[in-house]
């Protein structure tokens, strides 16, 4: 087939349901072009380990132009879809281009621009707080560690104030919040005790949540062996605290009043973005807004019939009398199934999903997984170090990461060495 013959497939978004479909979809017969304000995949079940310096943050995420990539790429926001005239509307992702438009026509349209954050309108937030969705946070994170350390050790800085500045506030007790107290009560007791003497024992973390458990996703033993397994490491867990307010350096809470901290971490339950609340489509009507898909993932219009050549899955999507998490897992298998019926051209079977286990990190090589078999101990950490190695899928980037789970068990982490 002639390269002109092709038909235009317009990607929305770089995650994990984007970059799956980009690499997956045949180029020989579609023509593809990726529309993300991010030219790279977030690698998300890594970046808790990379921002506490388990290795380097630049394994945690996969470029979008490379050479075994066949889509192109813009660096733009999507603002609009046209359903009937078939035409994609952008606005590029710089600030002196804002005012610039774009027109992409298609042929077939796959939408996933996944969430953004949850704030809960709490003041303050959005200014204050570290939110862990891509590397550029993961950065973030490691370097007002790295900061926050430094000028902890220094003679002139009183104990208060060291006490104030190694105090982690994590807003928010879902496994992202859960990993992040983990990975950071390692590096806290791990290395930090030999190389910053001084700071020994001044350190700590801390976890709110406004419901009265950690963990919702799962079940209530697996809650409560988390919640002794981190307040055995240390780490206060806060259920029930409904947090009013937040300035550079404190925040307040309706339970226990103004609370100062060094660093805050925002890792609450997702909010459907700007685009998924515009476009005209049926959508879930309870919890969290998502676009509603038959299940060949077909976009439906508000009155329930198929839109024509438009798709929509991730985490801004749902199947129309299902419901399924918000998860990488699901975003992969919907995005396989997509590649698998369009690159095939017919659409035999309905997606299914295959429910895989639950996996979440709890610090010291410990660990918890619900799903199939519901486990604890040493055998969730290794299948969880395992699972960040299968959610890994380049060869360059698992030799990478071996590599430095070598050196950091030999020779500390890295986070201190840079
Ligand atoms: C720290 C962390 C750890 C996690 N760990 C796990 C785990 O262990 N297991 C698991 O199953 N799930 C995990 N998740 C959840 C998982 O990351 C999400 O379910 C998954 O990323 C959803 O994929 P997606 O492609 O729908 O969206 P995303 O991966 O969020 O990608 C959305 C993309 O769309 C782009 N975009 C946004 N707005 C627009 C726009 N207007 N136009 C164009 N592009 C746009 C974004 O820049 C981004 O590239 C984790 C999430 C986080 C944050
Ligand atoms: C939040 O705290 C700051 C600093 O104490 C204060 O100026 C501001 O009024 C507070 N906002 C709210 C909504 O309480």
């Known amino acids: 087939m002639a390269s002109n013959e092709k038909e235009k497939v317009v990607i ?145 800085t009183p104990e208060a104030k060291q006490r104030q500045l190694l105090h982690v506030v994590i807003v928010g007790g879902g496994p992202t919040g859960i990993e992040m107290a983990a990975e950071l009560t390692d590096l806290f007791d791990g290395d930090l005790g030999a190389l910053y003497p001084d700071l020994k024992g001044k350190t700590s973390v801390a976890v709110h949540d406004v419901a009265p458990q950690i963990l919702s996703p799962f079940d209530r033993r697996l809650q409560e062996y988390a919640t002794q397994t981190l307040r055995s490491h240390k780490v206060e867990i806060k259920v029930n605290s409904h947090i009013t307010n937040v300035t550079a350096d404190t925040i307040e809470t309706r339970e226990d009043g103004v609370i100062g901290y060094g660093i805050l971490i925002w890792a609450t339950g997702n909010k459907a973005r700007p685009l998924v609340e515009d476009l005209k489509t049926l959508k879930s009507d309870h919890g969290l807004k998502r676009i509603l898909t038959n299940d060949n993932l077909q976009v439906l219009a508000p009155d329930g019939t198929v839109i024509p050549n438009a798709y929509a899955l991730g985490d801004a999507a749902d199947i129309e009398g299902g419901s399924l998490p918000t998860t990488a897992e699901v975003a992969v298998q919907k995005a396989d199934y997509l590649v698998k019926h369009l690159n095939s051209g017919t659409f035999t079977r309905p997606f299914k999903y295959q429910q895989r286990a639950l996996v979440t990190y709890t610090g010291r090589r410990d660990g918890v997984i619900g799903g199939k078999h519901d486990y604890t101990g040493y055998g969730a950490w290794l299948s969880w170090r395992s699972g960040n190695f299968f959610w890994t899928r380049s060869w360059r980037r698992r030799i990478l990461m071996c590599f430095a789970w070598l050196m950091d068990w030999i020779d500390g982490r890295e986070i201190i060495r840079n």
């Open 12 to 156: 929305v978004g770089s995650g994990w349901a984007g970059y799956t479909l980009a690499y997956g979809l045949d180029h020989r017969k579609y023509d593809m072009t990726v529309i993300s304000p991010e030219n790279s995949f977030a690698v998300t079940p890594l970046l808790a380990s990379a921002a506490c310096g388990l290795f380097d943050c630049r394994l945690a995420h996969e470029p979008i132009r490379r050479k075994d990539l066949h889509a192109k790429y813009m660096k733009a926001y999507v603002t609009d879809i046209d359903f009937k005239n078939q035409i994609v509307f952008c606005r590029p992702a710089f600030e002196q281009l804002k005012n610039e438009r774009l027109e992409v026509p298609y042929d077939k349209v796959i939408i996933a621009p996944g969430c953004t954050t949850n704030t809960f309108g709490v003041p303050g937030v959005e200014k204050h707080a570290i939110f862990v969705k891509n590397v550029a946070d993961a950065n973030i994170v490691r370097s007002r560690l790295n900061d926050n350390l430094e000028m902890a050790s220094l003679p002139c």
